[in-house]
């Protein structure tokens, strides 16, 4: 017998000045009335498919059980797949394109499990034109699992092997310096990087940390920043100024109390962001200087 479930954990980048997220989850509960939607968030930046799957990964150790509705899909009405995958021996299913953005949060749950290319249309809706497939496709589809329809129904089985990979910024060492990026910047301007404090742990207790160049290949002028700080547990431990902060996900964030790091150093996601042991000099330094940063060519 299938599982029923009764929650539906949604992703998005539709925002809410449109109708879309209203209209999914319409869908929804047309279909399921009895399951319940968690809106995880919607304010993924338009077609950035690594944002959301970094979001989803992050999210993914606290949501329900249940299915997890994700759509972040530039590639809407082309050739890349609908598909569905389950985890953790069916306590879950991921709903979504097969375009990267599921696949780091289906590894943090554990691996997939069965998988299925969203091809049988009795469970889509009757659909106008190609180009919401969250409100034709997805949003049905994550119904009918609460519903208790066996995902082997949906269409035709994959192999989970298959299904496009997630694009991981993965920190690099250089020259005895880890060379790390923005990876999010929270609606308080905390700048999380991919870099957790396990990884610096060898750098000693003040870190030597260069901000400011950026990874991204935009033409513009920027400051360097070279600054010595101390990892800390909580905002209000650092005091004035910048602070490498360990956030709630275990990752290092700069910071500052009660204000924005981003905004205050003008940094954003795919900005570079390089930590080392202090060199001589370094110590209480705050350093700044004027760099034209030009694209890569």
């Given at each position: 017998m299938a599982t029923k479930y009764s929650t539906v954990s949604f992703l998005s980048d539709y925002g809410t000045r449109?109708?879309?997220?209203?209209?999914?989850?319409?869908v929804i509960y047309?279909?399921?009335?009895?399951?319940?939607?968690?809106?995880l968030t919607h304010e993924i930046e338009p077609f950035d498919v690594r944002a959301g799957s970094l979001s989803l990964a992050r999210c993914v150790s606290y949501v329900a059980s249940g299915v997890v509705l994700a759509v972040v899909d530039p590639g809407v009405g082309s050739s890349r797949r609908a598909v569905a995958v389950e985890v953790a021996d069916g306590k879950g299913v991921f709903v979504g394109p097969d375009n990267g953005l599921l696949a780091m949060a289906i590894a943090l749950a554990?691996?997939?499990?069965?998988?299925?290319?969203?091809?049988?249309?009795?469970?889509?809706?009757t659909s106008p034109g190609e180009t919401f497939a969250g409100r034709d496709i997805f949003a049905p589809v994550a119904a009918h699992l609460c519903n208790g329809v066996d995902l082997s129904e949906l269409g035709e089985m994959i192999d989970p092997a298959l299904l496009l990979p997630g694009v991981v910024p993965l920190p690099r060492e250089e020259n005895g310096a880890l060379h790390g990026e923005v990876t999010w910047v929270d609606r308080f301007g905390n700048c999380q990087l991919n870099i957790g404090p396990d990884e610096v742990a060898n750098f000693g207790e003040v870190l030597r940390v260069e901000i400011g160049s950026v990874l991204s290949g935009a033409s513009v002028n920027r400051e360097q920043v070279v600054r010595s700080l101390k990892i800390v547990r909580s905002y209000d431990a650092i005091g004035?100024?910048?602070?490498?902060?360990?956030?709630?996900y275990g990752?290092?964030?700069?910071?500052?109390?009660?204000?924005?790091?981003?905004?205050e150093l003008n940094?954003?996601?795919?900005?570079?962001?390089?930590?080392?042991?202090?060199?001589?000099?370094?110590q209480?330094?705050?350093?700044t200087?004027?760099?034209?940063?030009?694209p890569k060519r």
């Open positions: 449109d109708e879309f997220v209203g209209v999914v989850k319409s047309e279909i399921a009335p009895q399951c319940r939607v968690v809106d554990g691996g997939a499990g069965r998988a299925v290319c969203l091809t049988n249309t009795e469970y889509h809706l004035s100024g910048l602070g490498l902060v360990v956030d709630s990752m290092l964030s700069l910071s500052v109390d009660r204000g924005s790091a981003a905004r940094i954003g996601q795919g900005d570079l962001v390089i930590l080392s042991r202090l060199q001589e000099g370094d209480n330094s705050t350093i200087t004027a760099v034209k940063i030009a």
